[in-house]
């Protein structure tokens, strides 16, 4: 998650990675099909 942030400039003051934003940003992607289709199971 650190690195997805960082990579995509979700970077808040102090330097630090801002996860919720990172978080939000991967679920709406997930949401709207753009990360490609994926399959969740229970294991």
């Known amino acids: ?8 400039g979700c970077i808040i003051s102090g330097g ?3 996860e919720e934003k990172t ?3 991967l679920l ?3 949401k ?3 990360l490609g289709k994926i399959t969740i ?3």
Request: net charge positive.
């Open 1 to 8: 998650m650190l690195a997805i942030g960082k990579k995509r």
């Open 16 to 18: 630090k990675i801002d």
């Open 23 to 25: 978080a939000r940003m």
């Open 28 to 30: 709406d992607e997930f």
């Open 32 to 34: 709207n099909g753009i």
């Open 41 to 43: 199971e229970n294991c």
